[in-house]
């Protein structure tokens, strides 16, 4: 009996290398890659990044999407996406330590001030920074999901003061909790240091803008590992020049890679990283990925996306 087919979209650098790593794991799927899709009705499974605009409607059998990557907004970008197929996103301690690693990293080198330190490095500089406590630092979360806990954990073990938002309202020990678009202002005037762990729907995109930012404390930071479409460009450039915003660290672009030419590269008062935040190896990529469609098939899903949310 032939087995049912698993469609992988990535890369076209790593399709292969995609192919074979999750044939390895899936042996009772037959899995191909995007250009070698063979017949389309023999494909039950997809696993995607960024899959092209009405690929996937193509696939009229098609029982689950997994996203490769926790954030979804690269698949529901298709605006013809088959409906009524489950979306899966994959998730776990593998994605959210490393989540919770760069935003301890990041918060802290604006804690601490380092791109003060390192500009009187430039300068041979003997000149000390005096920092106060990390209890008298309150970082903002947007977003406490699966990345926005793992964070608020090292946060608080490094004796900061965690507050969040989120769209529903949320009890977690230690963090003070706003929420919706009520809840909002009141989240941002009390944020030092803010940092983007939303997801993308059309409630979130562009919410990184100019009055929000008018609403944080003058000398606030931005760190967003969301993604770029979060962040209006201009309403960021505008606010560190400004000095409304003393500075901010940037993840996820509207174009990635990152154009060489952009100002993002180049603002001194901004630190790109190249969407590393959470970036895992392919290797566990591909077992995640493979679990959440086994999980799947066994009638026992997980990670499946609520279409109303977006998230
Ligand atoms: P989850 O779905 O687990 O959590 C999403 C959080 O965002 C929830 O707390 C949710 O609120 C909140 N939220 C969603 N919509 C709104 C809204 N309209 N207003 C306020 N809060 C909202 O997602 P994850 O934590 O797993 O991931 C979040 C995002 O991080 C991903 O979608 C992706 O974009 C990004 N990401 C980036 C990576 C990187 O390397 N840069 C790696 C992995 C993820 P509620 O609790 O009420 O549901
Ligand atoms: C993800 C990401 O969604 O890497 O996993 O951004």
Redo the contacts with the bound molecule.
């Keep these: 009996m032939n087995r049912p087919a698993l469609i992988i979209h990535v890369p076209p650098a790593r399709a292969e290398w995609w192919r074979a790593t999750l044939q390895e794991l899936l042996p009772e799927l037959d899995c191909r890659s995007w250009d070698a899709a063979g017949d389309p009705a023999a494909i039950e499974y997809a696993a995607v990044w960024r899959p092209p605009a009405g690929g996937l409607r193509w696939f009229s059998n098609l029982r689950a999407i997994c996203s490769i ?5 690269h698949v529901f970008a298709d605006p013809q996406l088959p409906p009524g197929v489950p979306i899966l ?1 994959i ?1 776990g301690p593998e ?2 330590q490393r ?1 919770a690693e760069y935003v301890a990293l990041q918060v802290l080198r604006y804690h601490r001030r380092m791109p003060a330190l390192e500009e009187r490095q430039a300068r041979a500089a003997w000149e000390a920074v005096i920092t106060p406590l990390a209890s008298a630092r309150t970082v903002g979360l ?7 806990r793992a964070a608020a954990r090292a946060l608080l073990a490094l004796g900061f003061r965690v507050c969040a ?4 309202a ?1 009890t977690v020990e230690a963090i003070e909790n706003f ?2 678009r009520d809840g909002l202002p009141v989240f941002l005037a009390c944020t030092d240091i803010l940092v983007c ?5 059309a ?2 995109s562009g919410i990184l803008n100019r009055e929000n930012f008018a609403t944080l404390p003058r000398g606030a930071y931005l760190i967003n ?3 770029g479409e979060h962040l209006i460009d201009d309403d960021l450039i505008a606010a560190l020049d400004s000095g409304q915003l003393a500075g901010a660290t940037l ?2 672009f509207r174009t990635e890679p990152l154009p060489a030419e952009h100002r993002f590269w180049r603002h001194p008062k901004i630190t790109v990283t190249p ?5 895992i190896d392919p290797l566990t990529g591909g077992r995640l990925v493979a679990e959440a469609i086994r999980a799947f098939r066994a009638g026992q899903p997980t990670g499946v996306v609520d279409p109303a ?1 977006g ?1």
Excluded: C, F, K
């Design positions: 990557g926790a954030g979804v907004d996103r998730s994605l959210s989540m947007m977003g406490l999901g699966s990345m926005g938002w989120t769209r529903s949320r929420h919706g762990l939303l997801p993308l729907t409630e979130t590992a969301g993604r993840d996820v969407h590393v935040a959470s970036l949310r998230y």
